[in-house]
């Protein structure tokens, strides 16, 4: 059974939720109650995206173990079966338990942001910050909440903090060079920008953003590769990128549909 236990943890931190949910019903054929192995299904569920099956198993779990890594677990699972209410209500308690655990912060700030409770959500990761003070996926959190708002100030504060606490994170660099593209500062976003594709090349959001500053700065051609790497990554955004290079003083006009279509859809 330990064996099995043991399994399943490992499945899941290598990516195959399938195996690991298999682990876990082995034990649970043999304790139906047993409440690390319920936990583990439910984290397996999860990972499947069978978020309404996990909820059952990730309840009986939290309420045996009063644990805030299973009630972050839990939380996630109502919010994405349409429970906000009970996620939000669920993870005010794992915030409360001691150790902290950043996941429930980040996770309820989340949610309350998603439920368009922006200054809730604002006050948790503030709060999470001097509890939490090393993880940096809390500030991130807060430049998102601050940039949606309109605050680029606070925005910039927040990356900042994440990138003091973990220098080479993409997702503070992204955040941090958004920021500074919105701002107009196209020459100070492009290395952080450029940071942020090293770390994931397929981001079209980043090679869009990225794609602007160059464009803004009189570099068309390396600005068209990363609209056309945006638009391979996500089809959807070829008219965003077509207007972003049409409206620029410094971008290109097509009279001909095709040719636009020739310039950014190519392979």
């Given amino acids: 059974m330990e064996a099995d236990l043991q399994w399943a943890v490992g499945a899941l931190n290598h990516g195959r939720p399938d195996d690991a949910e298999r682990f876990a019903r082995n034990v649970l054929a043999r304790i139906p109650q047993h409440p690390k192995a319920l936990y583990l299904l439910g984290c397996a569920l999860l990972q499947q995206n069978r978020a309404a099956q996990a909820v059952a198993p990730l309840e009986k779990a939290a309420r045996a173990l009063q644990d805030p890594a299973v009630e972050t677990q839990l939380g996630m699972a109502l919010r994405q079966t349409g429970r906000s209410d009970d996620a939000i209500l669920?993870?005010?308690?794992?915030?409360?338990?001691?150790?902290?655990?950043?996941?429930?912060?980040?996770?309820?700030?989340?949610?309350?942001?998603?439920?368009?409770?922006?200054?809730?959500?604002?006050?948790?990761?503030?709060?999470?910050?001097?509890?939490?003070?090393?993880?940096?996926?809390?500030?991130?959190?807060?430049?998102?909440?601050?940039?949606?708002?309109?605050?680029?100030?606070?925005?910039?504060?927040?990356?900042?903090?994440?990138?003091?606490?973990?220098?080479?994170h993409p997702g503070a660099h992204f955040g941090l060079g958004a920021v500074m593209a919105d701002d107009t500062e196209y020459a100070q976003a492009v290395p952080h920008l450029e940071r942020a594709l090293a770390a994931n090349p397929d981001d079209a959001q980043a090679h869009m953003k990225l794609g602007v500053c160059l464009l803004e700065l009189d570099r068309f051609d390396d600005a068209l590769e990363h609209f056309r790497a945006a638009v391979r990554n996500d089809e959807s955004l070829y008219r965003v990128a077509l207007s972003v290079i049409a409206a620029s003083a410094r971008g290109r006009f097509w009279l001909r549909p095709s040719a636009a279509a020739e310039r950014l859809l190519r392979r």
């Avoid at 949610?111 to 509890?131: I, M, N, P, Q």
């Fill in 90 to 168: 669920t993870l005010r308690r794992a915030v409360k338990r001691r150790p902290p655990h950043p996941d429930a912060f980040h996770e309820l700030a989340y949610s309350l942001y998603l439920a368009k409770r922006a200054d809730e959500a604002v006050t948790v990761l503030t709060h999470a910050g001097e509890v939490v003070p090393a993880a940096a996926e809390l500030p991130i959190l807060l430049g998102v909440v601050h940039q949606s708002r309109g605050d680029c100030a606070g925005a910039r504060a927040a990356y900042l903090k994440a990138l003091a606490i973990a220098p080479d």
